[in-house]
Nanobody, 113 residues
Framework: QVHLVESGGGLVQAGGSLRLSCAAS????????MAWYRQAPGKQRERVAG???????DYSDSVKGRFTISRDNAKKTVYLQMNSLKSEDTAVYYC???????WGQGTQVTVSS
């Protein structure tokens, strides 16, 4: 079983940057698809970015070109570099792993305009 802990959230001004980290415990991290999701107040949780075990990435249209997902299998950590942040990026960001599916507890990102 894999346990996920997110960190790196906070308050940032529009146009700024943050880097989120998701540290995993347990085995088999390197063979799992990982992803970041977010949920804003009153909205459904949405997928932001994903990365396969061999580093193939995908992004939602809303963050493409601004966010970068990466992973370090030796450290069992996945990252989300967020640049050019906008107020609409404000949400709780969750780390996710596949097979079986599991979630972290979330980290708040607030972008002030």
């Amino acid at each position: 079983q894999v346990h996920l802990v997110e960190s790196g959230g906070g308050l940032v001004q529009a146009g700024g940057s943050l880097r989120l980290s998701c540290a995993a415990s347990g085995t088999a991290f390197s063979i799992k698809n990982m992803a970041w999701y977010r949920q804003a107040p009153g909205k459904q949780r949405e997928r932001v970015a994903g990365i396969t075990p061999n580093g193939i990435t995908d992004y939602s249209d809303s963050v493409k070109g601004r966010f970068t997902i990466s992973r370090d299998n030796a450290k069992k950590t996945v990252y989300l570099q967020m640049n050019s942040l906008k107020s609409e990026d404000t949400a709780v960001y969750y780390c996710y792993h596949s097979t079986p599916p599991g979630w972290g507890q979330g980290t708040q990102v607030t972008v002030s305009s």
